[in-house]
């Protein structure tokens, strides 16, 4: 989904999610909600805007977990993949709303596993040539299956088309303690 969060100065910002369980909770990056007041989220296909609610976030991974305040209907989930069956060269797609073009869909291929891109201790990203732009954060990066591979988080400063995505293994993990415990079990 559409995400977009209003601060306290009444500024709004613009990312992306993904619905991860029939219950209605979003995986998203945490950079995308981070300070917010107010969550809407927007889906694909619907021309409504509903609330959603942060549940839990981890700033070492950049991961959120949303929920919608009242489920509108049963939505549809991806399944998340073992992104560790990735090989480089493998197609993907990045799925978010870049600079505000809602639902917009770019293709490109796995160009490195495990890259470090210095951003904290679980410093473990996807490298993909498909391009990443603002407002794509916290939205899927789906194999040719349509199965979630990895959570879009961040572009190369030195180049475009260098884009990295949070491996859905850890994505999993990290989802699976917010879920249950409302923290990262470390």
């Known amino acids: 989904p559409s995400l977009a969060k209003a601060q306290k100065n009444e500024s709004t910002s613009r990312g992306s999610g993904v619905i991860i369980t029939s219950k209605g909770h979003i995986a998203t990056s ?7 007041s107010t969550i809407l989220v ?3 296909g619907d021309k409504k805007t509903y609330k959603a609610e942060l549940v839990s976030e981890d700033q070492d991974s950049d991961l959120a977990l949303l929920k919608f305040v009242n489920l509108p209907k049963a ?3 991806l399944k998340l993949a073992d992104s560790r069956k ?8 990045a799925i978010g709303n870049p600079f505000g073009y809602t639902h917009t869909v770019t293709r490109g291929i796995i160009s490195a596993k495990e890259r470090s891109i210095g951003s904290g201790p679980y410093d473990n990203f996807l490298q993909t040539d498909a391009l990443i732009h603002p407002g794509n954060s916290g939205g899927p990066l789906v194999n040719s299956d349509a199965q979630i591979v990895g959570i879009n988080t961040a572009v190369s400063e030195n180049g475009l088309g260098i884009g990295f995505a949070i491996p859905s293994r850890h994505v999993k993990s990290v989802m699976i303690d917010l879920l249950k415990h409302g923290k990262v079990i470390r």
Do not use: I, Q, T
């Open 30 to 36: 945490r950079h995308v909600v981070a300070g917010a």
């Open 42 to 44: 927007s889906v694909k």
């Open 75 to 77: 939505f549809k989930v």
């Open 86 to 93: 990735l090989r480089v060269g493998d197609v993907v797609l």
